[in-house]
C-alpha cells in the first residue's frame, strides 16, 4: 500500500510499527518516570498516520506531521472511526513549521524521513522549538553510502552527482527491471521511467554525513548520541558483540554502520 490508497481497518490490523522506534520509546518513557499515557509524541514524516495510530492505541498521545496533504487524508477516516480527533495528524506549512507550540512535546521522532529532507537546518530547529526542555527524540533513516538507494533499490545512483552518468545507471537498471515500479510510471516506457527516476534522485533524496546531521541537531540545543551499535541484533550477534569491547574496532564498527548501513540517533533537549 501506498500514500494514494486509503488506510483500512485490515490493512492496519497487519501493521508493524518500527521496533527501533517503539524500543528507544518505551526507555525514554521509563528514564523519564512517566507513563505512556502522559507523554505527548510526534512522529515527523507521518505519512498516513499509522505509527500515530499504533502509539494512540498504546496509550500514547501520539501526533503526526506531513508536507504531503494527500496521505493524511488518506488516513484520517480510520483516525476518527477509532475515535481519536482529526487534528492528531498536521500539515507542515511552506516556512516548514508545524501548528504546535513551543515545547509541546516530550518526544519527537521520524523513521526514514531525513533522507527528503532538503533543508535539514529548518527541520532541527522546528524539532527543537517544539520539543520541551528535558525532552527528546530518535531518528532512523538510511546512510549516505549505503550500496542500494533504499527507495530506487538501484545500486550506487546516490553516490554519483546528478547528470548524465547517474541518469545512464539509472537507465540501465530500469531495463533490468530493477526499480521500485511506483504507480505514476508503472506502464510508463523505459525512458519516461528514467526521467521519472533521475528528476526523483534530485528532487527528494538527499543523503548527508552523520556528522552534519548531528551538528543540525545540536546547533538548535539538541545533544545527539548515535545508537546503532545498540541495536539488539548488534548486541547478540557472535561476532560484532565480542569486536566490541575493542575500543578502537567499536569506533571503526561505529563509523562504517553509521556511513555505509544505517543512522540511528537519539536527542535530547538541552
Known amino acids: 500500500m501506498s500514500k494514494h490508497d486509503v488506510l483500512t481497518e485490515e490493512e492496519f490490523a497487519s501493521f508493524v510499527p518500527n521496533q527501533n522506534i517503539t524500543r528507544n520509546m518505551e526507555e525514554f518513557s521509563q528514564r523519564s518516570g512517566r507513563p505512556q499515557s502522559e507523554l505527548k509524541v510526534l512522529d515527523w514524516g507521518c505519512g498516513r498516520g499509522r505509527h500515530v495510530l499504533w502509539l494512540r492505541d498504546q496509550g500514547y498521545q501520539a501526533y503526526g506531521v506531513e508536507l504531503d496533504p494527500m496521505p493524511i487524508q488518506n488516513g484520517l477516516e480510520l483516525i ?31 523513521g526514514n524521513v531525513l533522507e527528503h529532507v532538503a533543508n535539514i537546518d529548518s527541520v532541527c530547529a522546528e524539532m527543537a522549538r517544539i520539543t520541551r526542555k528535558g525532552g527528546g527524540g530518535y531518528h532512523v533513516f538510511p546512510a549516505q553510502r549505503q550500496p542500494i538507494e533504499g527507495h530506487l533499490f538501484m545500486p550506487f545512483v546516490h553516490w554519483i552527482p546528478p547528470g548524465w552518468l547517474r541518469k545512464w545507471i539509472i537507465r540501465i537498471c530500469v531495463m533490468l527491471g530493477r526499480e521500485p515500479r511506483w504507480v505514476e510510471v508503472r506502464e510508463a516506457s523505459v525512458e519516461t521511467k528514467t526521467d521519472f527516476y533521475h528528476k526523483y534522485s534530485i528532487n527528494n533524496i538527499f543523503y548527508r554525513k552523520y556528522s552534519a546531521v548531528r551538528r543540525a541537531f545540536e546547533d538548535h540545543g539538541l545533544a545527539v548520541t548515535f545508537t546503532t551499535l545498540d541495536h539488539p541484533k548488534i548486541k547478540r550477534h557472535p561476532v560484532l558483540s565480542r569486536l566490541l569491547m575493542i575500543k578502537m574496532l567499536k569506533s571503526l564498527l561505529n563509523h562504517i554502520l553509521l556511513t555505509y548501513k544505517l543512522v540511528e540517533l537519539q536527542v535530547e533537549k538541552q
Open 80 to 110: 476518527k472511526a477509532k475515535g481519536y480527533p482529526g487534528d492528531c495528524l498536521a500539515l507542515i506549512n511552506n516556512e516548514g513549521q508545524s501548528p504546535f507550540p513551543e515545547g509541546y512535546f516530550d518526544y519527537v521522532f521520524s
